[in-house]
């Protein structure tokens, strides 16, 4: 069974940072591409960063610059260091697999506020 754990979120005032982690178990996250997903308040869920394994990585337009996404595969773990934190990136973030439309079960997500 595949297990997602989020974590590192918290309350931060614009342009400060923050990195989180997703630790995975059930699967060994080398063989996936994987990826950042965030849900707003009344918004839908938008994948924000993407870890394509050797073929690099890829960022929503809106956090390109500012964040980082990347693994570690000996501690199966993605991260996701933001920086420039800014209000419109108040989210719960979630990671999950990229493959096109199925995810696993979705982790408790990890609350990320912005807020001065």
């Known amino acids: 069974q595949v297990q997602l754990v989020e974590s590192g979120g918290g309350l931060v005032q614009p342009g400060g940072s923050l990195r989180l982690s997703c630790a995975a178990s059930?699967?060994?996250?080398?063989?996936?591409?994987m990826g950042w997903y965030r849900q707003a308040p009344g918004k839908q869920r938008e994948l924000v960063a993407q870890h394509n394994g050797g073929a690099g990585t890829n960022y929503a337009d809106s956090v390109k610059g500012r964040f980082t996404i990347s693994r570690d595969i000996g501690k199966n773990t993605v991260y996701l260091q933001m920086n420039n934190l800014k209000h419109e990136d108040t989210a719960v973030y979630y990671c999950?697999?990229?493959?096109?439309?199925?995810?696993?079960?979705w982790g408790q997500g990890t609350q990320v506020t912005v807020s001065s």
């Open positions: 059930g699967i060994t996250i080398v063989f996936y591409r």
């Open positions: 999950n697999r990229i493959d096109g439309g199925s995810f696993w079960s």
